[in-house]
């Protein structure tokens, strides 16, 4: 409005983080010149008329190119890489394939050793390194116990706590978001569209005051007030402060009555604010190693000292503290022991949900734990933690994912979308987060929005000629998978163009009774199997062990194999007999605890 009026007058802005009277009464007292926000407008600007000019010209351009005039294929700055991530996940999943491998471990004072050795990927060569060790005695090389303190966690940033949300109780991007701004607007708590975890130096004279104003939360604030607010590098530093500080309460107690959803969210951010000023876990953690001949193992034990910000939680079910305390070994010390060796299965990446999903676009698709490090990677993250939740209900709205239970999948015309578009430029999470990053310098006036806008308007000129260059193709909405079928994003083992359904009485081809005639049913050989189970069948074309089949009046263990032919075969499980490495007699039997030798009691040990 202002620039469209020409506006020559001086301006002066009132920028406060809170709406309660006291805060609105500093910000009058303290108005900002406008002079000083304007790198933030022109990074503003520029962020929405780069979006119009490539969201616009892209969408027409493959509307137009692939839609078959009969659909709008929708592409975003941030959309498009954001949808990308998802279905990058989802085919590593599907490409997937599942590998045995086996570990050893043993049982000594009835404390569980791990060998150093990992992962075995060869049987033989586990059941060799077993038969090494079943007659050696074990032995305590090393027992090191070290204090170490546990920091309590960072205050929340918007995404931080839709993460927190998300995992604990399931609640969506949006409705985390909906209702920290209904919190915002009550007075119970700060800013929320903000994206750090810290607070200006300005801030801790107010702590106490906030404190005190936190009636409902008095047992737990009582222990902070006799004494000085502790003071740390953690919670205050002005460099990592920008426009607006962390989320954290008002001070006002929420004497009025919150629904669900309010009250969880606002115990969230007043127990993660009480917590930053308790001292730190004084925490106990113990390693111990042994050896077995010359295999080595080892196991770890934690113990609480001093429980600090965590007693903050204690009433907390999924705060509840596991501790290992371990006896004490002495190094030198010999014994009996009790090894076994454990089959396991390598496990595919998990499905994005969309606490996982906002991390990535967080730190521009690279999974990152840390804290520290994720702070350096927020400037290249994809999007703003205020839009980020908005992109993900436009992929659902549009119906380029679905939901199942708290998975994000690709639907088939996500993924065919994701496909077709080539240029890296649209759909790569760690270029778009390099857009970010000069957004962000334009917000520091290290930038020129002029700059940036003509490499927005190349690019669209670059991505037009590189799609008009190629054949045409089509993007279909097949009108089948929009019906109340269950869409598994799994495509047809025999025509290979339809995805499977899962129907009423089994599942099958989307271009069922069409093109192709493949289905598999729930009913085979006398049992009703799940749809889960068919589904991992087509996929990895052999079901797990299942029990119930029937066959000449006898109940037995099978699994069915899906053969290359596409017909379904049943195969009956028979016991592997394993020989017993140390007498060469008897045969290796599971125990409750273990494996060993069936001529246990005639001396094999």
């Known amino acids: 409005v202002l620039e469209q009026a020409k506006n020559t007058k001086p301006i002066e802005r009132l920028w406060i983080s809170s709406l309660t009277k006291e805060a609105i009464k500093e910000g009058f007292s303290n108005l900002k ?3 000083d926000y304007d790198p933030l407008f022109e990074a503003g600007k520029s962020r929405a008329i780069g979006d119009w000019v490539l969201g616009f010209n892209a969408t027409r351009l493959y509307t137009l190119r692939y839609g078959n005039g009969k659909q709008v294929l929708s592409i975003g700055r941030v959309q498009t890489p954001t949808l990308a991530m998802i279905v ?17 471990e043993t049982q000594y004072k009835n404390i569980l050793f791990q060998s150093e050795i990992g992962k075995i990927s060869d049987k033989e060569k586990a059941i060799d390194y077993l038969g090494k060790i079943y007659s050696a005695d074990f032995q305590i090389i090393a027992n090191e116990t070290k204090e170490a303190k546990e920091n309590a966690a960072r205050l929340f940033d918007l995404t931080s706590l839709q993460v927190t949300c998300n995992n604990r109780f399931g609640m969506t991007a949006e409705d985390t978001l909906k209702t920290i701004q209904s919190l915002y607007e009550k007075k119970l708590c700060s800013y929320p569209r903000v994206d750090t975890t810290f607070l200006p130096n300005d801030v801790y004279p107010k702590i106490k005051e906030i404190l005190k104003g936190l009636a409902v939360y008095e047992t ?3 222990p902070l007030l006799g004494k000085p607010i502790r003071k740390s590098k953690k919670i205050f530093n002005d460099k990592k402060v920008t426009d607006h500080h962390a989320i954290i309460p008002t001070g006002q107690n929420p004497s009025f009555s919150l629904n669900y959803q309010q ?3 606002f115990d969230l951010i007043a127990k993660r604010f009480i917590a930053a000023f308790y001292p730190d876990c004084l925490v106990s953690n113990t390693t111990v190693k042994g050896k077995v001949r010359d295999i080595l193992f080892r196991t770890s034990g934690k113990q609480i000292l001093d429980l600090g910000w965590r007693k903050v939680f204690e009433k907390d079910k999924n705060k509840e503290i596991t501790e290992t305390v371990l006896p004490n070994f002495i190094p030198g010390e010999k014994g009996e022991h009790r090894p076994s060796m454990v089959e396991k299965d390598t496990k595919a990446p998990a499905w994005h949900t969309e606490g ?4 990535s676009m967080e730190t521009a698709g690279k999974h990152v734990e840390d804290e520290e ?10 999007g703003r933690p205020s839009t980020r939740a908005a992109v993900i209900e436009t992929l659902l709205r549009r119906k380029y994912i679905t939901k199942q239970k708290r998975k994000l999948v690709a639907t088939p015309i996500g993924l065919q979308l994701i496909d077709t578009i080539e240029n890296d430029l649209l759909k790569s999470p760690k270029l778009t987060g390099q857009w970010e990053k000069k957004l962000r310098d334009i917000e520091l006036g290290t930038y020129k929005s002029s700059v940036f806008l003509k490499e927005m308007e190349a690019l669209v000129a670059q991505v037009v000629q590189n799609v008009k260059k190629r054949p045409v193709a089509t993007i279909s909405w097949n009108r089948e998978l929009n019906s109340n079928k269950k869409i598994n994003n799994l495509l047809c083992p025999k025509c290979k163009i339809g995805y499977i359904l899962t129907g009423k009485k089994g599942c099958g081809c989307s271009n069922f009774n069409k093109t192709c005639d493949f289905v598999v049913y729930f009913n085979q050989f006398e049992k009703t199997l799940e749809s889960k189970q068919i589904i991992k069948l087509i996929h990895s074309k052999k079901t797990s062990w299942i029990k119930g089949f029937k066959q000449t009046n006898m109940q037995l263990e099978c699994r069915l194999i899906l053969s290359k032919a596409l017909e379904i075969e049943l195969e009956i499980k028979t016991e592997e007999i394993l020989q017993c490495p140390q007498c060469k007699n008897g045969k290796i039997i599971c125990g409750k605890k273990s494996f060993g030798c069936n001529r246990y009691m005639e001396g094999c040990k």
């Open 263 to 265: 009250k969880i969210v």
């Open 33 to 35: 010149n406008g002079m």
């Open 373 to 382: 490090m994720r702070d350096l990677m927020k400037e290249n993250g994809i």
């Open 220 to 222: 737990l604030i009582q």
């Open 356 to 359: 996982s999903l906002l991390r």
């Open 88 to 104: 990058s996940r989802q085919k590593e999943i599907e490409s997937f394939k599942s590998k045995k491998y086996w570990t050893i």
